[in-house]
């Protein structure tokens, strides 16, 4: 098996799983295994605002990951398992567990070596469980953090158990001051010199800048690595990330590998080239609105702007994404007209709690009375059945999660979610498969009379009310045994919901069937 480990250094935020998930795509033919260590205590992000964090990404197995787990599966088209998520949370529970359960007796267990031989034996099951032939392992944060310290130190021994077999990249940052204008490579030099004290020498240093890295900067990184300068290469601010493989395959990067592991590398980004070309030479431009309310960190929303780029690459057009923070029009700081003002669609995704929730209605009311193309996404599906029921008599219809006391509550909490005590990992979670209804517009998208698609909730659509908003013209094209998984409105553009999160399964040679039908829609 072979091992590359990713590091971070002088930043965080660099970009460390677009990275690894482009490296990991030269490894086409091979059994690549992603692992993400992250060096907080919780025991995954489930519970975490994304406003705080970025996305919660969900897999099939209902695993709430770190979103650069949505790198991974959209770079190298695999589907990933909780257990390739590792936290220092998950770490130190098991270590204490076994403490308790007497496997340390007579031991005085300490953060090395028990922890750290805890986080190399969590590799190690990973890697032999899923077959690996490449595990590629990302250390979250930066080398000095104190949080991550134990998983560096347990990188290092790993080299020393498989001297030939491991490659380090090493993620930094070369900043430009203003007043200067020339590149400083002093933040690199010292991150690698950190890196270097606890044991590691990097075999590829990727430099994140605003530009391509001037010929001198490469040079004098180099030197003070002790690496050739071929083995310092550009991370350069990217409109599309896509891109990142074309600039490493460029700068040599596959052939450092093919030398450090004597191996042959097979990959083929001849597809991967063609739509990128098509996302560079659109066609048209198609203007999309995403209403919510974390809006204050775009990461929050990353898989669904991501579904949206692989559709557009497969329609010939730009998405030029606007952000609706609909708070602001539930305050009445501005008016729903204005906020959609030269929308050709909008989305309304998921979310927890009150804030924002009527500003999300009125969007969905603009939207479907003025035949502008609508996607709702989990709790935005949720509130386009209450917005739809109170058009149609149903006054005040409402989620019990805003409204505990709503006449009509349309949208109510599951029932073997009523009695759930811990918050963590207990939602509706991972890959359900629907049955769609023949003849609707979703069962045309999909091709199929089946959709599996992944989920995140609590909160379902009350099946006491389908028959009554069926009768009145509301369409629930999708079924998963008797709980709704899609509506549409099929006189309108387009006007589609899902209680699933579609936007986590979209590649970009393959995009979500309701993003690609979507966009379609707003480009018409």
Known sequence: MKWVFITGGVLSGLGKGIVAASIGRFFEGYKVVPVKCDGYLNVDPGTMNPVEHGEVFVLKDGGEVDMDFGHYERFFGIECTKNQNLTMGKVFHSVIEKERKGEFLGKTVQMVPHVVNEIKGFWRQIGTKEKAQVLLIEIGGTVGDIENELYVEAA??????????????????????????????????????????????????????????????????????????????????????????????????????????????????????RLLNSLENPKKTVKIKICGKYTELKDSYYSLSEALK???????????????????????????????KGADGIIVPGGFGSRGTEGKIACIKFARENNLPFLGLCFGMQLAVAEFARSVGMKGANS?????????????????????????????????????????????????????????????????????????????????????????????????????????????????????????????
Request: hydrophobic share 35%.
């Open 156 to 273: 290092r021994q790993t080299w020393m158990e498989n001297k030939g077999d491991v490659f380090f990249v090493h993620v930094t940052y070369v900043p430009v001051i203003d007043a200067v204008g020339e590149q400083k490579s002093k933040p690199t030099q010292q991150s690698v010199e950190l890196l270097r004290e606890r044991g590691i020498q990097p075999d590829l240093i990727v430099c994140r800048a605003n530009t391509n890295l001037a010929e001198k900067v490469r040079e004098k990184i180099a030197l003070y690595s002790n690496l050739p300068t071929e083995a310092v290469v550009s991370n350069p601010n990217l409109e599309n990330v896509y891109k990142l493989p074309i600039i490493f395959e460029d700068e040599g990067v596959p052939k450092l590998l093919e030398k450090k592991f004597d191996i042959k590398l097979d990959y083929n980004l001849k597809e991967w080239r």
């Open 400 to 524: 019990t999660e805003i409204d505990q006391k709503t006449k009509y509550p349309v949208i109510f909490l599951q029932p073997e979610q009523r009695g759930v005590k811990k918050k963590g990992g207990t939602m509706r979670l991972g890959d359900y498969t629907a049955v769609l209804k023949k003849g609707s517009v979703v069962s045309r998208l999909y091709e199929s009379g089946k959709a599996v698609e992944r989920h995140r909730h609590r909160f379902e659509v009350n099946p006491r009310f389908v028959p009554l908003l069926q009768k009145k013209g509301l369409v629930f094209s999708g079924f998963y045994k008797n709980l709704a998984e899609f509506i549409e409105l099929p006189k309108h553009k387009f006007f589609v919901g899902t209680q699933a999160h579609p936007e986590f399964k979209s590649r970009l040679e393959k995009p979500s069937p309701l993003f690609f039908g979507f966009v379609k829609a707003c480009a018409r």
């Open 310 to 340: 692989h559709a557009a690459a497969h329609c010939s057009c730009k998405i030029e994404l606007g952000f609706v923070e609909t708070t602001n029009i539930e305050e009445k700081k501005v008016s729903v007209q204005d906020a959609l």
